[in-house]
């Protein structure tokens, strides 16, 4: 359990001090926050509540959606990013988790061009704060209109082609590459590199009903998750295994119940 | 309208008959009969009507699911993939596409074995029958029960460890591979091993709302269309393009309608 880490987005319906006071009592070890948790609050003020509950903050979800069809689009795209880095860093969060975008009409070559310049144009700040950034390859089904980075080949050329900065890396989500032909080479690739910043778990549902909230709990879909979690232990990763499940059939039952579930499938995973 | 080819599944509420009649009569160039066109009829007399009509039967839609947890399973898929086999034969259709297969629970380097035997075994039946085989790559989201061949270069790959025969190749579907960042060089790289087979069009809508049955008809999505259709046209690519679109929403519509519908968009696609 102490490697188990709990995206606030997981249990939507709680409040960020439900989350924190919740996923304390479960015995969970760490948290990743979304940005929504921040709302009207002082990052830093929730910062202290958590690491006084003993939870280690894990990550900021979520930076990026920087491609956009204007200049003007795309520099607020670098302010809400820069945001988004004075937010982690008074929050005490170590990393932020980039969805990188897409726009429905633009290639995506041209998404991916921008993709870069925009987490270039960011790097900076995100370097003078301490915070990391993690390019979470989406999978091709989001290629639409949520990222046009869809395999973690392309995160890792992206951070080549930007020098290969330190404090840019891959966040590595289950539901996202475990279709991958490459997959084991590229999480060795990324760890090799020093970039595999976190990994995300969750599980393939068959029938899955909706592309974005139909996600599973780990072991009631055809994940290798045990599996891929091996690969990327075995690469000396000694990071959480943040567990992120969008799902509209699980926020709508009891919450507690819910976070119940949550650690008997990660202990039934990692028995 | 003379390189257009419908598949039969397009227009889903149309019996055999129907389609045929329709689609000369909307100027359709060719056809590509799904097999429930075939149940309850005989393939050669069929293909007679069709070929009366003035259509070009373009394929056979469709072979694969090779992948099973018993040999009993593999064998019986085998068994149906040799009499479509026969069926083509008949019909006088020139190539069958494979929708290979994943079973969910079973790792997907298991199913590619599966599929890689599975065609081997099949393949000597098809070249006695002069019918082509295309490996259909499907997109991402359908790796859980539908295939576990998910890229033209696996595709590829699967020709080339099977000693590249004449007989085997591929069919693309932009629906399926668009978002690949590969995809032009795969596309050249097919072309260029005289295995591009076959070419599908339809469009990304977003939101999709369902993962199947919710596909879009040209110009209403995402996917560069023209763009990627100009990329094989330039590999010397002279076969049809074939609208191949499954949709609850236009499935309900007036079919005609939506055959004209389809024939308008096709040629504005193509001005």
């Not at 960011?122 to 003078?128: F, T």
């Not at 290798?224 to 567990?243: C, H, L, M, N």
């Amino acid at each position: 359990m102490h490697r188990l880490c709990v995206h606030t987005i997981t249990t939507k319906p709680w409040s960020t001090e439900e989350c924190i006071s919740r996923y304390e009592k479960a015995g969970v070890g760490g948290i990743t926050f979304w940005r929504h948790n921040l709302e009207g609050r002082d990052p830093a003020t929730v910062g202290e509540q958590t690491r006084e509950s003993g939870l280690d903050i894990v990550s900021l979800c979520r930076g990026g959606f920087f491609p956009g069809q204007t200049t003007a689009a795309r520099q607020k795209a670098k302010d809400d990013n820069l945001r988004c880095i004075d937010d982690a860093h008074a929050l005490g969060a170590p990393l932020i988790v980039l969805v990188c975008g897409a726009v429905p009409g633009q290639t995506l070559e041209e998404s991916r061009k921008q993709i870069a310049d925009g987490i270039g144009a960011v790097l900076p700040a995100a370097e003078a704060a301490g915070v990391k950034l993690g390019i979470e390859p989406l999978h091709p089904m989001y290629a639409d209109d949520r990222s046009a980075v869809n395999t973690m080949r392309q995160a890792n050329d992206i951070c080549d082609d930007l020098g290969s900065p330190e404090m840019l890396g891959i966040a590595a989500d289950v539901y996202h590459i475990w279709w991958d032909p490459e997959l084991k080479h590229q999480i060795e690739f990324t760890a090799a590199q020093k970039r595999l910043f976190a990994f995300h778990l969750c599980d393939w549902k068959t029938p899955t009903t909706d592309l974005l909230n139909d996600r599973g709990l780990m072991g009631e879909g055809c994940i290798p998750i045990r599996q891929i979690s091996d690969w990327v232990d075995a690469t000396g990763f000694k990071g959480y295994r943040e567990v992120e499940i969008f799902s509209n059939l699980y926020w709508s039952m009891d919450q507690d119940q819910w976070l119940k579930k949550i650690s008997d499938a990660y202990q039934q995973v990692y028995v």
